[in-house]
């Protein structure tokens, strides 16, 4: 079972930036993010195929948000920047380690979860 490790959450006023990182403990096809607002459902907010690179991002991130990974660290990041007060959430990185499939932005498709980090906008 591939464990997932996320940081890098914390607090910061809008107009800023925070990077979330997440360390797989094994060899995952594809990983991504996650978060999840108090009242609100787990929404997708990234998602990358870790063997070609290609990235998908939610419309509300598009243009702010960046994912990266560093493959001899089986690490990925969220660079986040001019962050919104709706961006307040907490983020959930999430992997499919199990087959070669990278979903849509649907929670019970992604097979491993990490336990979270707390991310808060500031107006």
């Known amino acids: 079972q591939v464990q997932l490790v996320e940081s890098g959450g914390g607090s910061v006023q809008a107009g800023g930036s925070l990077r979330l990182a997440c360390t797989a403990s094994g060899a995952a096809y594809c990983m991504g993010w996650f978060r999840q607002a108090p009242g609100k459902e787990r929404e997708g907010v990234v998602r990358v195929i870790l063997g070609t690179g290609s990235t998908f991002y939610a419309d509300s991130v598009e243009g702010r948000f960046s994912i990266s990974q560093d493959k001899a660290k089986n690490t990925v990041y969220l660079q986040m920047d001019s962050l919104k007060p709706e961006d307040t959430a907490m983020y959930y990185c999430?992997?499919?380690?199990?087959?070669?499939?990278?979903?849509?932005?649907?929670?019970?498709?992604?097979?491993?979860w990490g336990q979270g980090t707390q991310v808060t906008v500031s107006s």
């Open positions: 999430a992997a499919v380690a199990d087959r070669p499939s990278c979903p849509p932005f649907i929670a019970r498709l992604f097979t491993n």
